[in-house]
T-cell receptor, first 114, second 115 residues
């Protein structure tokens, strides 16, 4: 079946450090891929998405490239801020039937310290 | 009001109480979901409604009872809960089940504590 695997956290970085959160997936066909972010005390928010191979999603300085050859969608940011402290969820959507839904990874907690 | 609104934000209830969580969206979405988020555990999908019809119940105990009276409102009725049911309950909606084109929109959640 379809699944999403993320690197385990928590990840702790100093402000202005480079961020990578790894995400790999298993799916048949050509899934759409997403990153969601959950700030403390809030629900999840869509951060970025990519719908086909080699697409790059970007938002708020975050980027992720859909790599079909490695079945990956790693999240990157060049310089993190304290305000980026949150939990990040990788997700996929692979329509095989009309009842297929978005599948979420387990989440990776990020703490950015000043 | 835009987005997905959940009420209440916080709820403390005894094991013999009956309470309800409410979720409302005016985004014109057709699918709505209840998720349970417990500390150090992955998101758990509980129920799915598509065009007001329940399409999924992931082996959720009967002490949780969903209701979807129309495409804009979703309820989760709670009764005789256990302490392990304490968690953040998230509601989400989407245009279709695959989350196209804008993904799932989540509410801020109800933090439930069972005492």
């Amino acid at each position: 079946g379809n699944s999403v695997t993320q690197m385990e956290g928590p990840v702790t970085l100093s402000e202005e450090a480079f961020l990578t959160i790894n995400c790999t997936y298993t799916a048949t066909g050509y899934p759409s891929l997403f990153w969601y972010v959950q700030y403390p005390g809030e629900g999840l928010q869509l951060l970025l998405k990519a719908t086909k191979a080699d697409d790059k999603g970007s938002n708020k300085g975050f980027e992720a490239t859909y790599r079909k050859e490695t079945t990956s969608f790693h999240l990157e940011k060049g310089s993190v801020q304290v305000s980026d402290s949150a939990v990040y969820f990788c997700a996929l959507s692979a329509l095989k039937t009309s009842y297929d839904k978005v599948i979420f990874g387990p989440g990776t907690s990020l703490s950015v310290i000043p | 009001e835009t987005g997905v609104t959940q009420t209440p934000r916080h709820l403390v209830m005894g094991m013999t109480n009956k309470k309800s969580l409410k979720c409302e969206q005016h985004l014109g979405h057709n699918a709505m979901y209840w998720y349970k988020q417990s500390a150090k555990k992955p998101l758990e999908l509980m129920f799915v409604y598509n065009f007001k019809e329940q399409t999924e119940n992931n082996s959720v105990p009967s002490r949780f009872s969903p209701e979807c009276p129309n495409s804009s409102h979703l309820f989760l009725h709670l009764h005789t809960l256990q302490p392990e049911d304490s968690a953040l309950y998230l509601c989400a909606s989407s245009q279709d089940l695959a989350g196209q084109p804008y993904g799932y929109t989540f509410g801020s959640g109800t933090r439930l504590t069972v005492v």
